[in-house]
């Protein structure tokens, strides 16, 4: 296929994918519940009559559904504005930027550590296949399958809390709010140590099995036959003739990962009280704070898919199949 | 006898010859196995029920009781039997597991026979939606669709509506694994010959496709359990459980948010956390074995060690240094 | 042939241990020569052992397998007793293999030119710049232009990438090159142009060739000697003048009354009953004897040796073994 038509797919693909969410978003959110003043503006407040009658208005829910008020929602939502949370009567767009910065460093640090020691794993294992380490290796990420990631932070909550002295939640010490960036930066790592340490081990053990069985399918290729009787040795083989081919799945599972490293996110925000966006989004769950919900919903799925689409556009750098053509 | 009785008990016999060889197949199974029996026998298990709270001789709560001879387990906040709730709990996380999976297995296979045995524009729809299903983030979206049904008001448990959200959404793979191994057998001589004797759509699928794919299905299915029970624990840990009929997940929850941590409960978030895991692993270990005999992997690959030589050769060579590369002609 | 043989392949066996445990015997005794330019066909059915023969030389077997006995004599030197380092420095720059064309045998994310190089760089024959240009004279000798060095293997048709891979298989200056069904995949008229490729090269580097071919026309074509083989055994073994005018072993004779001939009606052309055996169930006695119109009880219980029937002309056959005692 040719490479402008193959990208031309993958960001139709990821714009049908968006329309698609933000409908599913409207329906959920707006036609689902009911009345829709109550879906706005929340169950327990109480306001008069007029009020309400004028709120119906401001968001045209006098109007048909479909077109008008959906026209208006998403004109609403291209423009930042996510409603107001009702729990903490702020604007949900201001809410979710607040928390946003404190939630990619968690994801970012755990999806780096996670990469590079899953991949050098993953590939020590397919190459000394069978042997001590390759057992080693599977039986982790057998194991690192079957916890459950809150189960697993637990643990090492409890552990780390107990033993090794860790804060057991949030990002900095009370009594460092506010101090100078090198008395809290220090605060920050230590923080965040057992967050990130639960996340590399939850996403470690599928990059280190995708790894395994890629390195072991691209060293049965021909070519790997063809690089050793040109007198390589193996060392030699697997660094400049297997490791680029092999890596190519990590990307597209990067890609794929992206929505599973935002429910690690949730868990373990939640268990760690780590103040972000999945933290809020288990909060607004307990709290019935539907406009904070959807928001949050809304702000995950678009980054998701246009992190997805980045993904895309990248692998046809990196595969000259995809490239040239 | 009927041969094609016969047929399948030879077939049988040769998975379970294979099977019992398989060291990581047979742990699998025990695993599964004990903890669906200690599901059924919960109430032969334990002297107590979930809800009864333990007392001492003054008639005060034992709460945060350390695990001792009454109880194996110790006791939770509210001095409840940890062990009770834990063989009661395997009911609820492995029934909400197990329907979540048939569910699934049953959409997916259904979504991946219908795709891969039609083609055309029905494969092309099906698995588009596939992929807009594996490109939204799952758990985000679980969590709006239960708060959203909930919003309804609709007079139904918590636990079914966890069913039903979990058996509907984690159909994807199985319906791409099932399309796939449709196309090829569809391919197959048997299916042209059937057609081409007038055999129906709906038989051809029946007698030919649906034998073919069944033990992968069966495969497929016990990795499912496994992603069903997980979900469900993790669900029921950010409060979307029944509280009234606590699982594994749910426990974890009760012991989180009444600080089993700080106080130092071990006895009270270990025990559920070890059982999803002794639940998931034992589907896991079943269902890639289960994969494994039916489609097997390749054999070795090209780093894997040097090539052995066990004949020794007569006499060494006097003319070699440093190899053949540099002995012309010697 | 006057020369000394440039590979002298001696009773070479070797084993695959497959998934069930059971022991695949590959290669059963199997000695030929190969002298210094001379084209050697190796033919046979598929899984008869050739590849096999081929990777065992090379020592580039899988781990499943191994070789149980023999020697491989390159240039007096046992390459099965060189040291895995020795064996690295050998591969490529004295013994080169190209491999079946239906192969995905460059890698899809280097460029030609960079694999080629690559080869000239790992055995240190020259400086970088001076590879390049080696580059650009090899991949001309095989009839690529030196823009297409540095494009990708998707981007060239089956018969250049065989091109490319003979080019690559030629960089060290190799003296003995093992081609294994270079032509399989291909077009009928690439085809043609590959083998005619292979014989300029040939002739052009004094190289010896050892080809790999299940066409027994390709053999009479191109080759000096042919080896046949049979269910990891050398069935019969000869210049090929010789053994296609007198073949002497039943297999050899069906292959040939097989392979249509012009001079022959059509209509006579015959195909061998039977399948080639599996090689973890070999039958007792003469591997072919299951399918051979001549066996007799010997055949069944007995595997019959090489006899040498005169101008370096050898078979295994007992009916050979009779005549040549009468004599």
Same mark, same amino acid.
């Not at chain 1, 038509?5 to 689902?32: G, H």
């Not at chain 1, 930066?185 to 599928?206: R, S």
């Not at chain 2, 058996?167 to 449709?182: D, E, K, M, P």
């Not at chain 3, 000695?31 to 190796?42: E, R």
């Given at each position: ?5 193959? $990208? ?101 640090? &755990? ?6 020691? &899953? ?16 057992? &080693? ?43 100078? $960036? ?9 923080? $965040? ?15 280190? #099995? ?14 790997? #036959? ?68 959807? &928001?949050?919903? $809304? ?6 898919? #246009? ?19 | ?70 109880? %194996? ?92 959200? +979990? ?41 030919? +496709? ?105 006499? %060494? ?14 | ?15 695959? *241990? ?21 084209? *050697? ?8 052992? /050739? ?41 490529? /720059? ?5 491999? =079946? ?49 540095? =494009? ?9 990438? =065989? ?36 014989? /300029?090269? =040939? ?34 073994? !000869?210049?090929?003048?010789? *053994? ?13 009354? @097989? ?48 006899? !040498? ?6 078979? @295994?056959?007992?009916?050979?073994? /009779? ?5």
């Amino acid at each position: 296929m040719n490479r402008r038509d193959y $990208l031309l797919r993958k960001i139709f693909f990821s714009l049908v994918t968006l329309a698609i969410v933000v409908v599913l978003n409207f329906v959920l959110f707006r036609v689902l519940p009911g009345d829709p003043v109550r879906a706005v503006i929340g169950r327990n407040v109480r306001i008069s009559a007029d009020t309400q009658q004028a709120l119906r208005e401001q968001f045209g829910l006098d109007r048909p559904v479909f077109p008008d008020q959906f026209l208006t929602a998403l004109g609403q939502w291209s423009r930042g504005n996510l409603g107001v949370s009702w729990s903490l009567r702020k604007p949900v767009g201001e809410v979710l930027v607040a928390k946003l910065g404190n939630t990619l460093l968690l994801i970012g640090l &755990g999806q780096v550590l996670s990469i590079i020691l &899953g991949v050098a794993l993953g590939l020590l294992a397919g190459w000394k296949r069978k042997t001590a380490v390759d057992v &080693g290796a599977l039986t982790f990420s057998l194991i690192a399958w079957a916890i459950p990631t809150f189960w697993l932070g637990i643990i090492l909550l409890a552990a780390g809390s107990t033993w090794l002295g860790l804060p057991t939640g949030g990002i900095v010490s009370p009594s460092n709010v506010g101090k100078p $960036l090198y008395t809290v930066l220090p605060d920050v790592a230590h923080h $965040l140590i057992l967050p990130t340490l639960t996340l590399t081990i939850l996403y470690m053990g599928e990059y280190m #099995l995708i790894m395994r069985s890629s390195i072991m399918e691209v060293l049965g290729e021909d070519y790997i #036959l063809t690089a050793k009787a040109k007198g390589m040795s193996h060392w030699q083989v697997l660094r400049r003739h297997a490791l680029k081919n092999a890596m190519l799945p990590i990307v597209t599972l990067i890609a794929i990962n992206l929505g599973f490293t935002v429910s690690g996110a949730i868990y373990v925000e939640t268990v760690f009280s780590y103040d972000g966006l999945g933290k809020m989004f288990q909060t607004a769950l307990v709290k019935q704070d539907y406009p904070l919900l959807q &928001g949050a919903f $809304l702000l995950l799925a678009v980054s998701v898919i #246009l992190a997805n689409m980045l993904a895309d556009i990248l692998y046809t750098y990196l595969d000259p199949r995809v490239k040239a053509a | 006898m009927n041969p094609r009785w016969t047929l399948l008990k030879r077939n049988l016999l040769d998975f379970w010859q294979t099977f019992r060889r398989n060291r990581m197949g047979l742990v699998g199974a025990f695993l599964v196995l004990t903890a669906v029996l200690a599901a059924v026998f919960a109430p032969l298990l334990s002297p107590y029920t979930p809800t009864e709270t333990m007392r001492d001789a003054g008639g005060r709560a034992l709460t945060f009781a350390p695990p001792s001879v009454h109880a %194996p387990l110790g006791t939770d906040d509210a001095g409840r039997d940890v062990w009770t709730q834990l063989v009661y709990g395997a009911r609820i996380s492995l029934t909400v597991g197990f329907l979540a999976g048939f569910i699934a297995m049953f959409i997916g296979s259904l979504f991946g026979i219908t795709a891969g045995y039609f083609g055309g524009w029905v494969d092309n729809l099906l698995m588009r939606i596939t992929d807009v299903l594996l490109v939204i983030p799952d758990l985000p979206l679980i969590l709006v669709l239960v708060a959203t049904v909930r919003q309804l008001d609709l007079k139904v448990s918590p636990l079914v509506i966890l069913v039903l959200v +979990i058996g509907l959404l984690y159909w994807t793979s199985t319906a791409r694994l099932i399309r796939s191994q449709v196309l090829s057998i569809k391919e197959r001589q048997y299916v042209y010959r059937a057609r081409a004797i007038g055999a129906g759509n709906w038989h051809i699928v029946r007698r030919h +496709i649906l034998p073919q794919i069944m033990p992968l299905i069966v495969a497929n299915t016990v990795l499912i359990l496994s992603t069903a029970i997980l979900i469900e624990s993790g669900l029921a840990f950010l409060g979307l459980g029944d509280p009234t009929q606590p699982s594994w997940g749910t426990m974890l929850n009760f012991a989180f948010d009444r600080n089993a941590v700080t106080n130092g409960a071990w006895w009270f978030y270990l025990p559920p956390g070890l059982a999803i895991i002794w639940a998931t692993l034992g589907c896991v270990l079943l269902g890639n074995v289960l994969e494994e005999m039916l489609n097997p992997r390749l054999a070795s690959h090209h780093l894997e060690g040097e090539q052995s030589i066990v004949t020794h050769p007569p006499a %060494p060579f006097p003319a070699r240094e440093g190899g053949v590369a540099k002995s012309d002609g010697g | 042939m006057t020369s000394l043989p440039l590979l002298r392949v001696r009773n070479l066996s070797s084993e695959f *241990v497959t998934t069930d445990g059971t022991v695949a015997r590959a290669l059963d005794d199997v000695s030929f020569d190969v002298h210094p330019g001379q084209t *050697v066909g190796l033919v046979g059915e598929s899984g008869c052992g /050739k590849t096999t023969t081929l990777l065992s030389i090379m020592r580039l077997l899988p781990v499943s397998a191994r070789i149980t006995s023999g020697q491989v004599l390159f240039n007096g030197t046992d390459l099965l007793g060189l040291s895995e380092a020795d064996m690295r420095r050998c591969r490529w /720059k004295e013994l080169a293999i190209v491999f =079946q064309g239906a192969m995905n045998a460059l890698n899809p994310v280097m460029t030609v030119g960079e694999q080629i190089r690559e080869a000239i760089l790992l055995h240190d024959l020259m400086d970088s710049s001076h590879a390049t240009r080696r580059v650009d004279e090899l991949l001309d000798m095989v009839g690529i232009a030196a823009s297409r060095r540095d =494009q990708y293997p998707h981007q060239y048709s089956g018969g250049m990438r =065989q091109r490319a891979m003979i080019a690559m298989a030629l960089a060290c200056q190799p003296s003995l090159l093992f081609a294994d069904e270079p032509t399989t995949a291909l077009d009928v008229m690439v085809q043609a142009q590959i083998l005619e490729l292979l014989q /300029k090269i =040939q002739k052009l580097l004094g190289l010896a060739v050892v080809l790999v071919t299940h066409d027994l026309g390709v053999v009479a074509e191109v080759c000096d000697a042919v080896v046949v083989m049979y269910g990891g055994k050398v069935a019969e073994n !000869g210049p090929v003048d010789e *053994v296609y005018n007198h073949p002497r072993h039943p297999y050899t004779q069906r292959l040939l009354e @097989a392979f249509p001939d012009l001079n022959r009606p059509a209509g006579s052309l015959a195909t061998i009953p039977g399948t080639p055996p599996r090689l973890n169930a070999l039958p007792p006695g003469c591997r072919f004897a299951p399918r051979c119109h001549k066996a007799f009880d010997r055949c069944h219980i007995e595997a019959p040796v090489e006899t !040498g029937l005169g101008r370096g002309h050898t078979a @295994a056959c007992h009916l050979l073994e /009779k005549t040549e005692a009468a004599k």
